[in-house]
């Protein structure tokens, strides 16, 4: 499995999500990367699932992230 080397910023916002149980995927050039085609741009894509339980669990991630 490729290993991705995120930004501080991005890797402390992934870790909030997955402790807060947010239903996410990466996409974008970070998703293409790791498939072995190296094209970054300076942002982290992601799609978060649309449910309203998720978006409890977005919005608590975000206040942990902006928090910090």
């Known amino acids: 499995m490729p290993t991705i080397q995120f930004p501080t910023e991005f ?3 992934l870790t909030l999500l ?3 149980e ?12 790791y498939h ?12 978060i699932q649309r449910t309203d339980d998720n978006a409890v669990r977005v919005v ?5 992230f902006w928090a910090r």
């Open 11 to 13: 890797s402390e916002l």
């Open 18 to 20: 997955g402790a807060h």
């Open 22 to 33: 947010v239903r996410y995927l990466i996409v974008g050039g970070y998703a293409v990367a």
């Open 60 to 64: 608590e991630a975000l206040r942990a």
């Open 36 to 47: 072995g085609y190296p094209r970054t741009t300076g942002d982290l894509d992601v799609w």
